[in-house]
């Protein structure tokens, strides 16, 4: 390995180290927001303790955010310095409003909400985790105009003076299409990455006689979201796919494993064989559901890897532009398994909560801890 590789592989697992606490973090701020929300409203005893129990992880999970992020920030320059060099004008100027307002946002208004219990009026507390919760996502949204600018670069000049790319339209980088699909999607996958930790660790403690009077609404309000963020997911991925096979249209042949220009295009479940197109022993495969999924039509047309391949070399000139197909593809298949197995689980554990019953069952407990993992699996 050498230097490049090294630098690739720190910051690849630093990313993925980091991630794993960004989204419970956004998602479990609005949780505690409701919750203070509904001890405000009624004036509940339970309400209060689920706030102070669940708020507590919200600040160890926070607190382990930024410590990650630091040290990722850092990166950029260390690991990406050319990159960093080359684009630094455009890529910069949203992680810096990130940093100097948001990420500010969120901490200033989490340290009043962290030491204001008893000190600030009660309507003016409960604002400050509000705020706090606002800040994540204005951080999140600034993050993903950074990264959809690198999928699909807007609002930005060569200068050939330099050598570099000047940015020349803010606004234009703040609207790209990408974060506008990929920021709700994102938002979705956090609430959905809460919800699943609200009802593990809830039906533990059920499991095991503790607080049920604080963990049998908790796991209520974590199957309500699980189920609205389900959707969410589902309706924002389906939006975020027809933009992606627009942009990036090698993206989602890859994703397939399609190498063969199709209309319309099937999606295969599962496949046996080869992902190269040379040999499928056997495909379970839905009809027109890829063509769906990139076009928005049963019967739209979508681009196939060996077509795309011999674009990217006309256009770029010799070179493989075809990513790891397998990854692709697997990965793909995760993610969506995953998404509907939530979704099964929250109408599973909501049916089960009828009628003032407890869902304690060995299935459901053991399902329910395991699928904690499944966001982050996604």
């Known amino acids: 390995m050498n230097a490049l590789d090294l630098a690739r592989w720190q ?47 919200f600040l160890i999970n926070f607190a382990m955010g930024v410590v990650t992020g630091i040290v990722q920030e850092s990166q950029f320059g260390m690991n990406c310095s050319d990159y960093s060099r080359f684009v630094g004008d455009v890529f910069g100027a949203p992680l810096a409003i990130e940093g100097l307002l948001a990420f500010f946002l969120e901490s200033t208004f989490l340290g009043l909400w962290i030491f204001g219990w008893n000190r600030l009026p009660r309507r003016l507390h409960l604002a400050t985790i509000w705020a706090t919760s606002i800040g994540t996502m204005l951080s999140a949204y600034f993050i993903l ?21 000047e940015l020349n339209d803010f606004g234009a980088v703040l609207t790209n299409p990408t974060v506008l699909v990929t920021f709700p999607h994102t938002m979705f996958a956090s609430f959905l990455t809460a919800a699943a930790v609200l009802v593990g660790i809830s039906v533990w403690h059920l499991r095991n006689g503790r607080e049920t009077a604080v963990y049998r609404p908790s796991i209520r309000l974590g199957l309500v979201f699980m189920l609205l963020s389900s959707i969410g997911v589902v309706v924002s991925g389906d939006l975020q796919a027809r933009v992606m096979t627009e942009q990036q249209p090698m993206k989602m042949a890859a994703a397939e494993a399609l190498w063969a220009t199709s209309a319309p295009a ?52 010799p070179g493989d532009y075809t990513p790891n197909v397998a990854l692709a593809y697997w990965s793909f298949r995760i993610m969506v398994g995953f998404g509907f197995l939530m979704g099964l689980l929250s109408l599973t554990g909501l049916w089960a909560l009828r009628r003032g019953r407890t869902p304690v069952s060995p299935w459901f407990y053991r399902a329910a801890v395991a699928m904690i993992a499944a966001p982050v699996r996604r």
């Open 266 to 317: 099937s999606f295969s479940l599962f496949t046996i064989g080869s992902l190269d197109g040379s040999e499928e022993v056997y495909s379970i495969r839905v009809p027109g559901v890829l063509s769906y999924m990139a076009t928005g039509s049963l019967d739209g047309e979508v681009e196939g890897i060996d077509d795309l391949q011999h674009q990217a070399e006309q256009e770029l000139g």
């Open 11 to 57: 910051f690849g697992i630093t990313t993925v180290y980091h991630f794993v606490f960004v989204p419970l973090t956004i998602g479990l701020s609005l949780v505690v927001a409701i919750m203070q929300t509904a001890w405000m409203r009624t004036g509940k005893e339970h309400y209060l303790r689920m706030t102070t129990f669940w708020g507590k992880l």
């Open 145 to 165: 105009a950074a990264n959809s600018w690198m999928q699909h670069p807007v609002g930005y000049a060569i200068n050939e003076a330099t050598g570099r790319a």
